[in-house]
């Protein structure tokens, strides 16, 4: 009986951090590569039937990364600078300070075959993990929306990869 107690106890804390909602499944995937190296394999999912035009509404989402290589916090933080500040268009501005000054606090090293994941809940914000340790959360909607338009977005990082995490054929 004790057993089944606990088993039952740390299956509610293990949902008690993960957003309520739609189920996300897996949209697309692909490659980032810097010239000829690989850098990462990435994941988006999203709720299923959400129409390419809307994943970057209020909507749940995740990127799942697969690092072939390693970065520093300091690469990780002027990299994030640039990316989102590029993208930030119409968005408020303090919204976006603020949270990119948040996320570039979370970074820890990254080294060759660790997983980062990016996972967005309306109303909640930004969950941050890295070889399945929380890093923390990054409050904002529109800092969500940047932050994955990087990849999503309409001037995306790079445009076979965004249609490949689209499902897109290209």
């Known amino acids: 009986m004790r057993i089944m107690l606990l ?13 309520a909602g739609p189920a996300l499944v897996q949209r697309g995937n692909g490659t980032y590569t810097y010239f000829w190296f690989a850098v990462y394999d990435l994941a988006f999912a999203c709720p299923g039937g959400l129409p390419a035009a809307d ?11 697969n690092y072939h290589c390693s970065c520093s916090v300091d690469e990780q933080r002027e990299e994030m600078r640039k990316a989102i ?11 976006i300070d603020a949270g990119l000054a948040a996320i570039n606090a979370l970074w820890k090293p990254i080294a060759s075959g660790d997983v980062l994941e990016l996972a967005y809940a309306p109303g909640t914000g930004t969950r941050v993990r890295l070889a399945r340790s929380d890093l ?6 529109a800092f969500a929306r940047v932050l994955f338009s990087v990849w999503l977005g309409d001037d995306p990082l790079d445009r076979t990869l965004r249609a490949a995490l689209l499902g897109q054929a290209r």
Do not use: I, M, N
Not at 8 to 16: D, E, H, K, Y
Not at 136 to 141: D, I
């Open 55 to 65: 994943v970057l509404g209020e909507h749940p989402r995740s990127l799942t990364f």
């Open 7 to 19: 088993v039952a106890v740390l299956a509610l804390a293990a949902q008690a951090g993960e957003p």
């Open 85 to 95: 500040l590029r993208r930030v268009g119409h968005e408020d501005k303090s919204e």
């Open 136 to 141: 923390g959360l990054v409050p904002g909607a």
